[in-house]
């Protein structure tokens, strides 16, 4: 697509349920970012992936956040047994390469995680 | 460990007048990308402005600019002829190196008065 697209827009959710954000990066973009923006934060880098394949995974908060790539294209990022702190605004980025010399990224517009 | 760091929460300029908003970082590598992200209330990160660190000239975008002291690891951002349209959170972030994912300072609020 024209540019990084993320799904849902918005989401609440009850403490405890699971959620999918999703994460559809420009076409052709090997690599892509998932990083998380609390109220009033900076950027919290998340995971990367190249390709289909996630080098490092220690940027993960807990063992309840994971992520997957498919087909080197869309990614979902989820968050089981959500709690109240997971709320906060999720924010994916897609760029030509990973590696030195990241030319800079394309952001989506992110999603807004709520847990009441 | 990289490290992004803007010191001022809030910054506030008169429209049509000119505003500096301070970065420094701390990297161990010796070549590395600097860049400047603007998010509007729409939440879209957009890139303003990127240097290379190894280009001695100060990068410039329209009515942007960036003053950067490679010994200082300072990376200042200046909006020259503010907008109404300029009024956002600017980031200030460095290249993380061999993974390939931006530092990111905790960002710069800025508000254009008319």
């Known amino acids: 697509g024209a540019g990084v697209s993320q799904s849902p827009s918005n989401k609440v959710t009850e403490k405890g349920k699971d959620v999918e954000l999703r994460c559809d990066p420009i076409s052709g973009h090997t690599a892509l970012y998932w990083y998380r923006q609390s109220l009033g934060q900076g950027l919290e880098f998340l995971i990367y992936f190249q390709g289909n394949s996630a080098p490092d995974k220690s940027g993960l908060p807990s063992d309840r956040f994971s992520a997957e790539r498919t087909g080197g294209s869309v990614s979902t990022l989820t968050i089981q047994r959500t709690q109240q702190e997971d709320s906060a605004v999720y924010l994916c980025?897609?760029?030509?390469?990973?590696?030195?010399?990241?030319?800079?990224?394309?952001f989506g517009s992110g999603t807004r995680l709520t847990v009441v | 460990a990289q490290t992004v760091t803007q010191s001022q929460p809030e910054m506030s300029v008169q429209e049509a007048e000119t505003v500096t908003l301070s970065c420094t970082y701390d990297?161990?590598?010796?070549?590395?990308?600097l860049f400047w992200y603007k998010q509007p209330p729409s939440r879209q990160m957009i890139l303003v402005i990127r240097q290379e660190a190894y280009k001695q000239q100060n990068a410039t975008e329209n009515r942007f600019s960036v003053n950067f002291q490679k010994a200082a690891k300072s990376f200042s951002l200046k909006i020259s002829d503010s907008q109404l349209g300029d009024a956002a959170m600017y980031f200030c972030?460095?290249?993380?190196?061999?993974?390939?994912?931006?530092?990111f300072g905790k960002g710069t609020k800025l508000s254009v008065k008319p």
């Open positions: 972030a460095a290249d993380g190196g061999s993974q390939g994912n931006l530092i």
């Open positions: 990297t161990s590598e010796s070549d590395y990308y």
């Open positions: 980025a897609s760029s030509l390469q990973t590696g030195f010399g990241t030319p800079g990224y394309t």
